[in-house]
């Protein structure tokens, strides 16, 4: 049985196609375009997404490599123009890195973009890149110059244009997401015009396709913010976890910081009791910097650690004391910003046919971070999902998008869990996934939108207070609701 097979028939996904995979009418066949073809020739298309739980039938798969030029805005607009015609949405991708769904047309045309050209302009501070660039490229085009990406999402894989459409950020400091990095952006609207749109021009677009995951237009480029690459040395604090908060506060007040991030431990009979926070400031010698690296041999033993935890309660421990103890004697010497940012997601894949790393992302303000623990160490060791990991970020108040998830400085919480690919493991992370929502947004907080879709419509309004007014913006835009995923067909187009 191959494995969209097994998951397909374990979790009954996928509408139609989940229940001719579970009938084993036909071999899932692999194309070229990276979908898997049901039925043979004729058959169905299924694309997916990083949960490897968002099997969704589509129409086509477009791979477009052509440069930001008026021949990929002739296709773009001819795609939109039959998708129009035929009642059938479309959605425009780069790594689908997402795991609800949220970069997947239903039944429709998926786009996914493949150039990474990249221009840079010293004297504005700027890069001009194509909408489909991998930050692997942009920093492989900037750091030989001298230049890093102001923010970019972790990790390099992601595309540039596909993380101003999710708005998502980083951990440079002091910045908000990635999307207030840029000076200007050209996308192709529904309707098929071709728009320029800044914080200056087109203003309402600009806010509404940041953090717009695609529903709002198709981008084709972008000019982004880029800043001096420089060599840092890291500091390393242990505390209390009811400490951070305060000790994040004041490390971000320090001038001299320019990466900054915190973790947790997430042994369950400690669970959330202590705190690291890694800081990095400017070295004084910055002459004769060496060229990005990324994946070296500590990543890697660092991967394997990570791997290993998985139902190991002792190696959990093992991990933090080499967190703490070990990591700030062996990894306490220089690098340069673009190693630092320059690391793969691949570096922890799970490679087991039988779990999945889910992602979940939560933003709180410093006051409430002491109730964001009281609520996670309540609510998470209560279920028997594996707790892997958890990053604490920094992101600056964001006044632009209009699904802002910062609508005040936040402390960001990435957490990675390990889930058994069955019912019974995908009812509870849903069952946990609303409590801990619930938990957060009574303290002011809000949940981030990529990740599986298992709040309910009720708490996206009350974390996202703006939704309904997007999704007036959007049908006002786009009235044929030519561009749809999963985030607009589960939890938009119902407000």
Known sequence: MSTLTRRAALLGVGGTVGWALTKGLSPALP?????????????????????????????????????????????????????????????VGAARHSMGGQAIPRDGTAITFDNGAIELDTAAQTYHVHAGARWSQVISKLDPAGWSPKVMQSNNDFGAAATFSVNAHGWPVPFGPMGATVRSLRMILPDGELVTCSPSENTDLFNLAMGGYGLIGIIVDMEVEMVQNSRLTPSFEVMEANDFSAAFQQALNDPQVTMAYGRLNVERARFFESALLVTYRETEDQSDLPLAAGSGWMAHAASWIYRAQLGNEALKSFRWWNETRLGPVIGSGEVSRNSLINEPVVTLDDRNPDRVDILHEYFVGFDAFDGFLKACREVIPASFQEFLNVTLRYVAQDNQSTLAYATEPRIAAVMSFSQELTQRGEADMARMTRDLIDRIVDIGGAYYLPYRPHATIDQLTKAYPTAEAFARAKRDLDPQLVLRNNLWDSYLGAL
Do not use: F, Y
């Open 31 to 91: 194309s070229l375009d990276g979908t898997t073809r049901i039925g043979g020739v004729g058959g169905a298309s299924v694309l997916n997404d990083a949960s490897e739980l968002s099997q969704t039938t589509i129409q086509k798969h477009l791979i477009l490599k052509d440069d930001a030029s008026d021949a990929l805005i002739a296709t773009i607009r001819q795609e939109l123009a039959q998708a129009r015609s035929e009642g059938r949405p479309v959605n």
